[in-house]
Structures are given as structure tokens and as C-alpha cells.
Nanobody, 122 residues
Framework: QVQLVESGGGLVQAGASLRLSCAASGRTFSSYAMGWFRQAPGKEREFVAAISYTGVSTNYADSVKGRFTISRDNAKNTVYLQMNSLKPEDTAVYYC???????????????WGKGTLVTVSS
């Protein structure tokens, strides 16, 4: 099973940017789609973004479209989430996940990281 380790979270002011990284173990990283999810305090985990196994296709939640960008570097076994124009409502623990599918979809996630906390102050 793949191991996923997120990094890059922190405390920022509204309007700032952060880039999250997720490093994956194993040799099959480039064979699967990847995704980012988040869970705010007292709320259910929600989909943020996904990227196909090649990186050509992406998919975003409406709440982050135009502000967040997901990308991947298959040579480095790493997926990124560039977050711009952050808002207080983006405050959450952000999780990286691997999908058993190859397309950019919120579904089919079988492995999860432990998460990284992003706090956006107003």
C-alpha cells in the first residue's frame, strides 16, 4: 500500500498563498489519479481537487475553482496543491489521497495521508 505524506500547511492571512505537497512512496505513483480533500472543524471531509494519472486532466470543487491549482511531478512521486487568494473558510486539515482510477475524479480513493493543517486568519 502506498504511503502519502503531506507538508506545507501553516497559518496565513486572508489573501495569501500556500503550496501543499504530498510525497508518495512506491513505484506505481504515475499509474493512478490523485486528489486533495479537506475537513474543516465540525464538518465532513470534502473534495477539493483531483488530477489524472498523466496530469493532463484536473477537476476542482466549485469553492476553489480559479484559486487553487493541482499539479503532479511523476518523476518525484509528488502531487501539489497551489492555493492562492486564501479565505478564512479555507481553514481545514488538507488530505492527500490516491485513487484506484486514472481519471481526475473525487472517487475511488484507497489511500490517505495524515493531513496538514491550513489556517487562514481574517
Amino acid at each position: 500500500q502506498v504511503q502519502l505524506v503531506e507538508s506545507g500547511g501553516g497559518l496565513v492571512q486572508a489573501g495569501a498563498s500556500l503550496r501543499l505537497s504530498c510525497a508518495a512512496s512506491g513505484r506505481t505513483f504515475s499509474s493512478y489519479a490523485m486528489g486533495w480533500f479537506r475537513q474543516a472543524p465540525g464538518k465532513e471531509r470534502e473534495f477539493v481537487a483531483a488530477i489524472s494519472y498523466t496530469g493532463v486532466s484536473t477537476n476542482y470543487a466549485d469553492s476553489v475553482k480559479g484559486r487553487f491549482t493541482i499539479s503532479r511531478d511523476n518523476a518525484k512521486n509528488t502531487v501539489y496543491l497551489q492555493m492562492n487568494s486564501l479565505k478564512p473558510e479555507d481553514t481545514a486539515v488538507y488530505y492527500c489521497a490516491r485513487s484506484l482510477r486514472i481519471d481526475a475524479t473525487p472517487y475511488g480513493m484507497d489511500s490517505w495521508g495524515k493531513g496538514t493543517l491550513v489556517t487562514v486568519s481574517s
